[in-house]
């Protein structure tokens, strides 16, 4: 039986390079592996498997029957659908450690790293198996987007080790200009449904028993999504409607002001400023330094949450 290696729930270019990236070297240490993601690619991640000539892996939503090894996430809300009625092998991730349990031991590798493509750079090298060059570009990209490009401020040295060999390998000589590239893609919003960008990179929390939501939307220049924030407004009021959530915060993030401003659905509002000391202006509040929902965000929320 055949292992499949699935990222989160509205995969990025992480969950979904770092699935091809693993299903590859599990199969080359003789286990039968195969790269799933649980929803379609979006544009930037479209950009990166055409770039390098790779495949986008199969969608697979439920766990029920499956061998699985889990990428970029170990928490329930993000997994999938009836994950307890399968077999996780292991957890390559550089999130916090969350909620999935084992009747098993597995292999788990999760690191303090920006990305979980760095971690998976190293996994090649501990098995000693030779990174092949479309492997190196998707990861080198992954890595890129994560770390918007070094800028986040859960960029490590490793991060940045991993990237300046990955280039080498495949053949990158400028990976700013390839981050931009990317980013300029992952900015391109116009005729894309509002539900898509809410979902483009959105992630579900248990914070202590409270259901919360958190998205996020990267873009060069935060002025792109001025004329669609009041429907990214209330599309989020329906998604916290419709899921039945306490909150749901959307971060709109400008990776050159190095900023975000976040439109905010929730029951009580005295949560954003109890987590960021900032009271909100209406619906939305501007963070400056806030770049990563991961160390930026969810941590703030989470000790709120947890009284």
Request: proline share 4%.
């Amino acid at each position: 039986m055949a292992a499949y290696v699935v990222g989160h729930k509205n995969p990025d270019t992480d969950s979904v390079a770092s699935a091809i990236a693993v299903a590859d070297l599990m199969s080359k240490r003789g286990i039968e592996a195969v790269a799933a993601a649980q929803g379609k690619t979006n544009p930037e991640t479209d950009f990166v498997l055409s770039k390098f000539g790779v495949k986008a892996p199969e969608i697979v939503t439920d766990g029920a029957g499956k061998q699985i090894i889990l990428v970029d996430h170990s928490d329930l809300a993000q997994s999938l659908e009836n994950l307890a009625k399968g077999e996780i092998l292991g957890v390559v991730d550089h999130h916090k450690l969350g909620d999935v349990t084992t009747p098993n031991p597995l292999e788990m590798w999760v690191w303090p790293v920006g990305c979980t493509c760095t971690v998976i750079a190293s996994m090649y090298d501990f098995y000693g198996i030779e990174i092949p060059k479309a492997m190196a570009g998707i990861m080198l990209c992954a890595i890129l987007s994560d770390t918007v490009m070094y800028k986040s401020p859960t960029c490590t040295p490793a991060d940045k080790a991993a990237c300046e060999k990955l280039a080498k390998i495949a053949g990158v000589s400028d990976m700013m200009a390839l981050g931009m590239e990317m980013f300029k893609v992952k900015s391109a919003v116009d005729g894309t449904p509002i539900r898509e960008l809410v979902f483009r990179d959105y992630k579900d929390f248990n914070m202590s028993g409270t259901a919360v939501g958190i998205g996020q939307l990267e873009v060069v220049d935060l002025s792109i999504l001025d004329k669609y924030k009041a429907d990214l407004q209330a599309d989020i009021a329906k998604v916290k409607s419709e899921k039945g959530l306490h909150s749901v915060f959307l971060l709109l993030t400008d990776i050159m002001k190095e900023g975000s401003e976040m439109l905010i659905v929730t029951d009580d509002a005295a949560v954003v400023e109890k987590a960021f000391g900032v009271k909100p202006a209406g619906a939305s509040v501007w963070l400056p330094g806030v770049m990563s929902r991961k160390k930026d965000v969810v941590p703030k929320f989470e000790k709120v949450f947890a009284g």
